[in-house]
Structures are given as C-alpha cells and as structure tokens.
C-alpha cells in the first residue's frame, strides 16, 4: 500500500505526515507536487496541514483549484482513501467532498495545544481499529476550526455516521469547555457519505512518537494500513 | 467595462465571531444602542465586456465557484460601467 502527500505552496505539515508514514509507520511514501495532474498508484492520499496558497480569500479556498485537485476528487469519487489533515480539511470542505465549512474560531485566537478526542464511529477505514467513545489525545494548531454544517445537513450526517470525532473533556464528556473553536456539536472530524473521505482538524501526524506526548495518532495510520491489508487478502 | 463592487457578509445564521468582538468594543465605548455588527469583506473586479447583463451572470459565476463559500457567506454586488 502506498501512501502519497500532497505538497500544496503554502503546506507546512507534509514533512511530519511524510515522517510518520516512512519512518513510524513504515509503509511506501511519496509527495506529490500540486501541479500533478495525476495520482495513479498511490492507495491513499494525505493532504496535509499549513497555509495553502497563503490561506488568502478563505482557507483552501485556492488550493481546491490545484491542478492536482481534478485528480484527487476523482480518486475519492470511486472509492480512494482520502485524508485531509487541518488545512486538507478545509481544502477537501472547499473542494465539496465534505459538507460543511470551516472558518474563524470563536475566541479568535490561534489555538495550539493538545485536545481529547472521542472517537463516535469505528466503521471507517481510519477509525476500524480503535474503540466506540475510545479516547485519543492529539493536538490542534489553528485559527480557523470552527465548523459549521446547517442543522438539516448535519442531522443527516448524524443519522449516517459521519461524525467522526468530537473534541470532549479527559472525562469524555462533550462540554462547551471542551471546545476549542466553536465548531457545531463539538465537531473534530467527520467522513464522507462512502467513509473513504475524512476531515480532521487536530494532527495524528503529530502524535505517533512516545518522544511528542503521544502516539494515539498513530493508530489511525495503522488502521488504514489494516484496512488496506484486510481487502486486498 | 464594468467594475464590480462585491460585497461578502457570513449568513445570518453564522456566528461572526469578529463581528461580535467589534461590538462588544463599542458598547464598552458606551454606544451601548449598536447591535448585531457583521465583519465581511469588499472585492473589485474588473471586467472587460460591453454588455451588463454578461458581466451580472459572470459576477454570479465567479462568486459561486470562489469569491465566496455558499455554505456560510452571502453576497451583494453592484457593477459600475467604468472607461476601458
């Protein structure tokens, strides 16, 4: 299985991402510059965090125009796993395969610091190794989180299970005190309707090492890694 | 050649978090009669076509696909015919 990081001007995250995947993971790694206009061979896509395109007009706003992006929602369109980490997930909300969007936290502050994840649903690809309500903790770096769905959408991704993460306390409990940005019910990461897409704000790839204050990152990698292995057997 | 003169706001129904520091700056001012401060943006584009009601539909177009997200912004527009 090969994994490919998407190196948009601007990103900042695909060193780490990359280091994760080789050196942690250990599975094949490639970047792929955004001026691709292909990415046929790779099995799952990362896009990465960082400031795409200077985050100029709205977040990923640009970036979703790459030349790469065409390839990208194809790739996700029959099926491809795709991870957008932070500024990928706003990138992957602009480029319309996620709903929702993502824009200024409420406190307006840059928030950069570890946050408890709960984890509401394991029948992902990233997510089929860990358990229901398990708690992960990984951190956040950004100003502009905040996700907002309109109530009608966001109860038909309720009901489908779309919601993959929400930010909780140490106890797991879902507070308002838990929540960095603002985001609607709490919301962390959430998946596509086919589940092969997911969007998330806070950086596994920054939590795979013991040596960064923790390694639940990690075990979203090798979930997609068991996935992987599992259908191709 | 027309100008326009683009005008992005969140929706109503989007919390605008700058909007809502700004407005407790100026009750803390004592305009304590101010409410509901929106913070948007303000775009000029120009656009080389003699005809209005192409450069309406084009100003439409542009804000659709990436002048703005439909998902939490709205817009307003003017076009001013401008000298080429």
């Known amino acids: ?233 | 050649m027309w100008r326009a003169e683009i005008k992005v706001l969140l929706k109503k129904s989007v919390l605008d978090p700058q909007g809502r520091a700004v407005e407790n700056a100026l009750t803390s001012l004592g305009y304590t009669n101010v409410n509901r401060v929106r913070i948007g943006k303000y775009l000029e584009v120009t656009i080389a076509t003699p005809d209005r009601a192409a450069a309406e539909a084009q100003v439409r177009e542009m804000c659709t696909r990436l002048l703005t997200n439909p998902v939490i912004e709205d817009y307003t527009f003017t076009l001013v015919e401008v000298e080429a």
């Open chain 1, 1 to 233: 299985m090969k994994f490919g990081v998407i190196v948009f001007p601007g990103s900042n995250c695909d060193l780490d991402a990359y280091h994760l995947v080789r050196d942690v993971l250990g599975a094949p790694v490639e970047y792929i510059w955004h001026a691709e206009q292909s990415v046929a061979g790779f099995d799952c896509l990362i896009l990465p965090g960082g400031f795409s395109y200077g985050d100029y007009l709205r977040c990923g706003a640009i970036a979703r125009f790459s030349p790469v992006m065409p390839a990208v929602v194809d790739f996700a369109r029959h099926g491809g796993l795709v991870l957008g980490i932070c500024n990928g997930f706003q990138i992957l909300t602009e480029a319309g395969l996620l709903p929702g969007a993502l824009y200024a936290n409420t406190s307006l502050q840059f928030r950069c610091r570890f946050t408890t994840l709960r984890v509401e649903n394991t029948d992902t690809p990233f997510t089929r190794g860990l358990a229901p309500g398990q708690l992960l903790s990984i951190p956040i770096a950004h100003g502009e989180g905040n996700y907002y769905v309109d109530p009608a959408t966001l109860q038909e991704m309720e009901a489908r299970g779309q919601i993959v993460f929400r930010y909780a306390d140490r106890e797991g409990r879902i507070t308002p005190e838990a929540n960095p940005n603002g985001s609607v019910g709490n919301i962390a990461g959430i998946c596509n309707e086919t589940r092969n897409v997911l969007g998330m704000m806070p950086h596994p790839e920054r939590a795979g090492e013991a040596l960064l204050g923790s390694t639940d990152g990690l075990l979203l990698f090798k979930s997609i890694l068991d996935y992987w292995k599992e259908g191709s057997r």
